[in-house]
């Protein structure tokens, strides 16, 4: 099950927007495959798969635009957006992982991040992060 918790990003301009407080959803998805939630019109959570788990990524639905990408640091290493299984597994792999010397320092179940609301922002926002990397 996950939770959505909207900290949105928008600029000062652009009329704010009702989003809910939380965002509950539910869902199965196996290795490989896409997981889709329409959060909003225009706004689309999604598990992008990738060799060890999935991305997670909040788009307008151009792939390319992962509003959430651009605005959750740390922009290198592990990152919340990320989800993968050896996160839940502790450092030898002999049980799950949980604060003990087998510990592994990466995100649990509990993931947040930050995401801008339209193409607007995340183009501002891509652009920040280009001069600042």
Known sequence: MAYLTPFAASAASEEPRNL????KFSGAVERGQVF???????????LIPHELGWTISLTD???????????????RGI????????HFRNSDNSGPNK????????PQEVRQFYFVLNDTDYQKAFDALQKML
């Open 20 to 23: 809910p407080a939380i965002v």
């Open 79 to 86: 990152n919340h957006l990320d989800i993968e299984g050896w």
């Open 61 to 75: 639905g151009n792939p390319d635009n992962n509003f959430a990408a651009v605005v959750t640091p740390p922009y």
């Open 99 to 106: 604060l003990d010397e087998k510990n592994v320092n990466a």
């Open 36 to 46: 889709e939630k329409p959060l909003v019109p225009d706004l689309l959570f999604c």
